[in-house]
C-alpha cells in the first residue's frame, strides 16, 4: 500500500495543474493515478510520421485570453507562445450538393480564439517536466474510494488486472463528473451528488474530430481560411488547424451522432471526409499526408453511456465536493466540467484544479 497526502485521480490538464500547485506549495507527498499509458486527457495531439512539427489537436483547442485570463497567465509563466487562429480570409458555407459552396466573410470575434505554438499537448509537456517521475503512476484504473478512519483507500487495477491501494488524505477527482459517480464509494456519497455527477455531460465525449495534414495551406492562396460549415456532411463545421511551421492542417467536427458514427468503419468515414474537403478546397484537398479521426464517444476513459446522446453543449458546473458527512473535506472534483466560469474548456480544468486545491484543509494533513 503507497501512503500519500494527496491522491490526484486523472493525468489531464486538470490533474497536472492540480499537482504543479501542490509542488509549489512545498507539498511533494502527493501521488496522481492515470488510467492510459499516457498523460494529457482531452488534450491529444496528432501527428504525421517523417513531418517534424507537424501536428494538429485532437481534443482542446483554443483559448481566449481577454475572457480566459488565468489560462493565458499560465502559458506565460510556462514561456509557451501562443498565436491568433486567422479568420481574415473567406469563409465557406455548404448547404446541397447541388451547388459550390458560398464564400463569405470570415468571423472577427472582440477576443478572437488563439492556439499554443505546437499545439495543446506543449501545455502538458511544460507541466509534466518538473513533477517527480515516481509521483505518477500511469495505467492505473481507479475502481473503489473507502473511507478508513480519518483517511481514504483508493483501490485501482492495472493492465495485467493487479490490485493496487493508495492511501490519502484527501482525493482530487480530475476525471469527468460522468465517470466520478461511476466509482464505486464506500460508504456510498449522497444520492443528491451522485444524481448531480450523473446529469453533467462531458465535453468532447459526443464529438468525433477529423484531421487532415499537408505539406502547405494551399487554401490560402485562393484566399480562404479553412473555415467551413456544411449542412452535407459528414463534417458540419471544419478549421485550419496549421501551425506555424509551414505545414498544413485542417480539421473539422464530424456531424454524424455517435450511434451512427459506430456503423461506420473509420476508413470509410475518414474518405468522406476526404471527398468533402475536395469539393470544398479543391482536389488537393484529397490527398493528405496523414489524416485521422479521434471519436471521444469511442474512447470509455472519457465517455459513459449517457454521453452518447449528448447534444454537446458546454455543461452547467455540478457541487465539486461534499460539504459535511464522513466524506467532506475528503473529496474534490477539479476536472474542467467543475469549473463555474469555464466549464468543458481547457481554462475550466485550470480554474477548477486551483479552486480544488484552495479547498483542501490545512494542518496536518496538507499544507502544514
Known amino acids: 500500500m503507497v501512503t500519500t497526502r494527496v491522491a490526484i485521480v486523472g493525468g489531464g490538464l486538470a490533474g497536472l495543474y492540480a499537482a504543479t500547485l501542490l509542488e509549489q506549495q512545498g507539498i511533494s507527498d502527493y501521488v496522481l493515478l492515470e488510467v492510459r499509458d499516457d498523460l494529457g486527457g482531452r488534450i491529444r495531439p496528432a501527428s504525421a510520421t517523417g513531418m517534424a512539427g507537424a501536428s494538429a489537436d485532437l481534443g482542446a483547442t483554443w483559448f481566449w485570453p481577454e475572457g480566459q485570463p488565468e489560462f493565458a497567465a499560465l502559458l506565460a509563466r510556462l514561456g509557451l507562445a501562443s498565436f491568433e487562429q486567422d479568420e481574415s480570409l473567406a469563409m465557406l458555407v455548404e448547404r446541397s ?13 472582440p477576443d478572437p480564439s488563439m492556439r499554443v505554438v505546437g499545439g495543446m499537448g506543449q501545455l ?40 493496487h491501494t493508495y492511501r490519502a488524505a484527501q482525493v482530487l477527482l480530475a476525471i469527468p463528473p460522468r465517470l466520478a459517480a461511476g466509482l464505486d464509494y464506500s460508504p456510498g456519497l449522497p444520492e443528491s451528488l451522485l444524481r448531480a455527477w450523473q446529469q453533467t455531460p462531458t465535453w468532447m465525449a459526443p464529438h468525433a474530430k477529423y484531421v487532415a495534414i499537408y505539406p502547405e495551406p494551399f487554401w490560402r492562396a485562393h484566399g480562404l481560411s479553412g473555415s467551413a460549415h456544411s449542412a452535407v456532411g459528414p463534417l458540419a463545421e471544419i478549421h485550419d488547424a496549421s501551425d506555424l511551421t509551414g505545414h498544413g492542417a485542417l480539421f473539422g467536427f ?25 469539393r470544398l478546397f479543391g482536389p488537393d484537398a484529397a490527398s493528405p499526408v496523414f489524416d485521422t479521426i479521434k471519436d ?19 455543461p452547467v458546473a455540478p457541487p465539486a465536493g461534499v460539504e459535511s458527512g464522513i466524506w467532506g473535506g475528503h473529496l474534490f472534483g477539479i476536472a ?17 484544479a486551483r479552486r480544488g486545491v484552495e479547498a483542501l484543509p490545512r494542518g496536518r494533513n496538507i499544507g502544514g
Not at 451522432?257 to 473509420?266: C, G, I, L, S
Request: neutral net charge; hydrophobic residues 40%; proline residues 6%.
Open 336 to 352: 474542467s466540467e467543475w469549473s463555474p466560469q469555464f466549464s468543458g474548456y481547457a481554462a475550466g480544468a485550470v480554474d477548477a
Open 254 to 278: 464530424v456531424g454524424l451522432p455517435a450511434a451512427t458514427r459506430r456503423k461506420v468503419a473509420d476508413e470509410v468515414l475518414r474518405q468522406h471526409c476526404r471527398m468533402q474537403l475536395a
Open 124 to 163: 502538458i509537456g511544460a507541466l509534466r517536466q518538473p513533477l517527480a517521475p515516481a509521483s505518477i503512476r500511469l495505467g492505473q484504473k481507479v475502481q473503489q474510494l473507502r473511507r478508513v478512519g480519518d483517511e481514504v483507500d483508493i483501490v485501482a487495477t492495472d493492465d495485467d488486472c493487479r490490485v
Open 296 to 314: 471521444w464517444a469511442r474512447d470509455p476513459d472519457t465517455a459513459t453511456h449517457d454521453d452518447l446522446v449528448s447534444n454537446g453543449e458546454h
Open 97 to 109: 450538393l447541388q451547388g459550390p459552396p458560398i464564400r463569405t466573410r470570415g468571423y472577427a470575434a
